[in-house]
């Protein structure tokens, strides 16, 4: 199988300038950046206190915290 065509995204994530490689088109990265800047903003505002590394951090534990529940939900759905 052809290995997708991948390209460099530019985006903000807080005030930090982030460089990432992706297959995903330009408006599928907007809106990751986008969820990933309201989550950090929630964080934020649930404790000013925390470092922006410790944001970071609680936010991709959130994140994967969602995507195993979503994947459990996917896995009961085939058995039943």
Same mark, same amino acid.
């Given at each position: 199988?052809?290995?997708?065509?991948?390209?460099?995204?530019?985006? $903000?994530?807080?005030?930090?300038? #982030?460089? &990432?490689?992706?297959? $995903?088109?330009?408006?599928?990265?907007?809106? #990751?950046?986008?969820? %990933?800047?309201?989550?950090? %903003?929630?964080?934020?505002?649930?404790?000013?206190?925390?470092?922006?590394?410790?944001?970071? &951090?609680?936010? %991709? #534990?959130? %994140? &994967?915290?969602?995507?195993?529940?979503?994947?459990? $939900?996917?896995?009961?759905?085939?058995?039943?």
């Amino acid at each position: 199988m052809a290995e997708a065509e991948k390209w460099r995204y530019r985006g $903000k994530i807080g005030n930090h300038d #982030v460089v &990432i490689t992706s297959n $995903k088109d330009d408006a599928h990265m907007d809106a #990751v950046f986008e969820i %990933a800047n309201q989550q950090l %903003a929630q964080l934020h505002q649930a404790n000013a206190s925390l470092k922006f590394e410790d944001q970071l &951090i609680l936010l %991709a #534990v959130n %994140a &994967i915290s969602d995507q195993l529940d979503m994947q459990t $939900k996917l896995d009961e759905g085939k058995e039943a």
